[in-house]
């Protein structure tokens, strides 16, 4: 059984502050933007968003972002924090109807899905993308002795998951800038949808 909505509505409920949630945006989201060329504005989706902080800067830096999350007290705690800078929704990424955008930027989102849903949360982010639309993420090759969410993927698995769903794999290597709690852990890479 997947976690559902509720399932992660009550770890905001239970944990105001959740173990992930870095009150800032992640270094990684400069490194990844280096390195990806997106036009000034560029519309860009943000799956499971959390309290927002990467989808606000992005918007900081000028980028139309809409910004998703399955958990109630997620989307309020963005909105609460970062107003109205983003288009906040509370959907599925497995199940909205959005899109077409040229960016998908995903940190601790898809490494926190079930291993089982994979597939199906790449093909979901494929079907949100324009055509060459560019799928940024970072995700955790190592997350010690933790057991998921999030659950931590080999970079060269990742590297085929990308190849078998419909993207060009542009760039996946290890993360240089990530947050010190993180550091040696992460990897990140860039697709473009064919
Ligand atoms: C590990 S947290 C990371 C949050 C945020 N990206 C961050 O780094 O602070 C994963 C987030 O994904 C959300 N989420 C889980 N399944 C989702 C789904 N199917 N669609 C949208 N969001 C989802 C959770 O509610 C949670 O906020």
Do not use: Q
Request: proline share 6%.
């Amino acid at each position: 059984m997947f976690r559902t909505s509720d399932d992660w509505n009550r770890i905001y409920a239970e944990e105001p502050k959740p173990g992930w949630d870095m009150d800032g945006p992640t270094p990684l989201l400069n490194e990844l933007l280096g390195e990806a060329s997106l036009a000034p504005g560029a519309a860009i989706a943000v799956p499971g968003c959390g309290f927002g902080h990467d989808a606000a800067e992005l918007a900081r830096l000028g980028f139309a972002v809409t910004a998703f999350d399955i958990a109630p007290l997620a989307i309020e705690g963005a909105r609460a924090r970062h107003g109205g800078t983003v288009a906040w929704r509370l959907e599925d990424w497995f199940a909205c109807e959005a899109g077409p955008f040229e960016a998908v930027f995903d940190h601790t989102c898809f490494v926190a899905m079930e291993p089982a849903r994979r597939g199906e949360y790449a093909a979901a982010t494929r079907a949100r993308l324009a055509a060459r639309g560019l799928w940024l993420g970072a995700a955790f090759h190592d997350t010690g002795d933790r057991v998921g969410p999030p659950f931590a993927i080999a970079r060269e698995a990742m590297g085929d998951l990308i190849r078998a769903s419909g993207f060009e794999l542009l760039m996946l290597r290890d993360a240089r800038d990530s947050h010190a709690r993180r550091a040696g852990r992460e990897f990140l890479w860039i697709a473009r949808r064919m």
